[in-house]
């Protein structure tokens, strides 16, 4: 069985490499929607379509980028793996799926059950 250090360090390289694969992402994208777009582009446009769909693209990869930089400053500040709500350690298996996880798999569970109900807005949590 791992150590709490030992899992750790492995997905503090997971993030590292995740980092790395979302950089290269964003640096595509955002080169993609340097492109020029006609502005009297009737709607349904080939181009149009795809610049939309690269934009939310960017704004999604940028969500991820900020999950797995928040998740790397919590390692250096030594609360990677720490609920950010009740404060208890996270589940070593959500970690290895979810290395960005900020919330242990109970908090994240009455969190949705509280966006669904409309008691809380659909926000991300702010992170350490």
Same mark, same amino acid.
């Given at each position: 069985?791992?150590?709490?250090?030992?899992?750790? +360090?492995? @997905?503090?390289?997971?993030? !590292?490499? %995740? /980092? =790395?694969?979302?950089?290269?992402?964003?640096?595509? *994208?955002?080169?993609?929607?340097?492109?020029?777009?006609?502005?009297? +582009?009737? @709607?349904?446009?080939?181009? !149009?379509? %795809? /610049? =939309?769909?690269?934009?939310?693209?960017?704004?999604? *990869?940028?969500?991820?980028?900020?999950?797995?930089?928040?998740?790397?400053?919590?390692?250096?500040?030594?609360?990677?793996?720490?609920? =950010?709500?009740?404060?208890?350690?996270?589940?070593?298996?959500?970690?290895?799926?979810?290395?960005?996880?900020?919330?242990?798999?109970?908090?994240?569970?009455?969190?949705?059950?509280?966006?669904?109900?409309?008691?809380?807005?659909?926000?991300?949590?702010?992170?350490?």
């Amino acid at each position: 069985m791992l150590t709490r250090e030992q899992i750790i +360090a492995r @997905e503090q390289q997971k993030l !590292l490499d %995740e /980092r =790395e694969r979302l950089n290269g992402a964003l640096e595509r *994208l955002r080169e993609a929607l340097k492109v020029e777009v006609d502005v009297d +582009a009737e @709607e349904g446009d080939p181009d !149009l379509v %795809e /610049r =939309e769909k690269n934009m939310a693209l960017v704004n999604q *990869l940028e969500r991820k980028h900020e999950a797995v930089q928040a998740a790397l400053r919590a390692i250096e500040k030594g609360k990677y793996g720490i609920c =950010e709500r009740c404060g208890q350690e996270i589940n070593p298996e959500r970690l290895e799926v979810r290395p960005d996880a900020t919330l242990c798999v109970r908090c994240q569970m009455e969190i949705e059950k509280f966006i669904k109900r409309g008691v809380l807005p659909r926000v991300q949590p702010e992170r350490f």
